[in-house]
Every structure is written in structure tokens, then in C-alpha cells.
């Protein structure tokens, strides 16, 4: 399954509609946004992305399907001067992508759904 949605990051972009958005994308895989090395909780989910930037001057961007992990994290910490991670399902876990932060967000996302469909 590949996704062909695109999740718009601007100045108006909530948190909650990147999580949102990126979940409905990639149904999956989960991303988590850090800021000073702690993960947004639900308090903060309603803010703008922009709001918590870790720079002064953020700039918008684009998430899609053909991105790999490790671009998408360069993404957010160059534009938004914050890290995240992305996770993909393995039946009723999570496993982060660091080993392979070289794959595409569809790629990770038919893996998972791979894994989902044999359990």
C-alpha cells in the first residue's frame, strides 16, 4: 500500500494534525515529535508546530510517501530545529526505524502491514 497523501507543515500546522494526518498516511507507522529531548505529550498537542520550533525562523516543508526516515528527521530538525522519531508496528509493539532509517515511508509502512497481515 502506498500512500500517495502529503502532509503540509506550515506556520498553522498543529501537532495534532501532523500525528493525525501522518497516522491516516501511514497507518503503520507512528511519528513522535521531541522538543529538548522530551516527546510532545497530549497537553501540547493543540499548539502550532511553529510555536515550539527550536528556531527562530522556521520554514514550511512537505512530508510524503517517497521520503526516507532519516530525510523526514532532517526535515523537522533543519525547518523546525526539533527531532522526531518514527516507529513501525510489529503486531502489538513498536519498533523505532534507526536500522532502517534508509527505507522510503511507504517502504516501512508495507512492512509493517506485511508483518500485521502474518500475525
Same mark, same amino acid.
Given at each position: 500500500? &502506498?500512500?500517495?497523501?502529503?502532509?503540509? %507543515?506550515?506556520? *498553522?500546522?498543529?501537532? !495534532?494534525? +501532523?500525528?493525525?494526518? @501522518?497516522?491516516?498516511?501511514?497507518?503503520?507507522?507512528r511519528?513522535?515529535?521531541?522538543?529538548?529531548?522530551?516527546?510532545?505529550?497530549l497537553?501540547?498537542?493543540?499548539?502550532?508546530?511553529?510555536?515550539?520550533?527550536?528556531? &527562530?525562523?522556521?520554514?514550511?516543508?512537505? %512530508?510524503?510517501? *517517497?521520503?526516507?526516515v !532519516?530525510? +523526514?528527521?532532517?526535515? @523537522?530538525?533543519?525547518?523546525?530545529?526539533?527531532?522526531?522519531?518514527?516507529?513501525?508496528?510489529?503486531?502489538?509493539?513498536?519498533?523505532?526505524?534507526?536500522?532502517?532509517?534508509?527505507?522510503?515511508?511507504?517502504?516501512?509502512?508495507?512492512?509493517?502491514?506485511?508483518?500485521?497481515?502474518?500475525?
Open positions: 500500500m &502506498k500512500s500517495k497523501e502529503k502532509i503540509f %507543515i506550515n506556520s *498553522e500546522t498543529r501537532i !495534532s494534525q +501532523i500525528l493525525n494526518g @501522518f497516522n491516516a498516511a501511514f497507518p503503520f507507522l511519528i513522535e515529535i521531541y522538543k529538548k529531548g522530551e516527546v510532545i505529550t497537553d501540547h498537542r493543540d499548539f502550532r508546530l511553529f510555536e515550539i520550533a527550536g528556531i &527562530k525562523e522556521p520554514k514550511d516543508f512537505t %512530508i510524503h510517501g *517517497e521520503l526516507k !532519516s530525510e +523526514i528527521e532532517q526535515l @523537522f530538525f533543519l525547518n523546525l530545529g526539533l527531532k522526531v522519531a518514527i516507529f513501525r508496528k510489529m503486531g502489538t509493539s513498536t519498533v523505532e526505524t534507526t536500522f532502517t532509517s534508509q527505507w522510503t515511508l511507504n517502504h516501512q509502512n508495507c512492512k509493517g502491514e506485511e508483518i500485521y497481515l502474518t500475525i
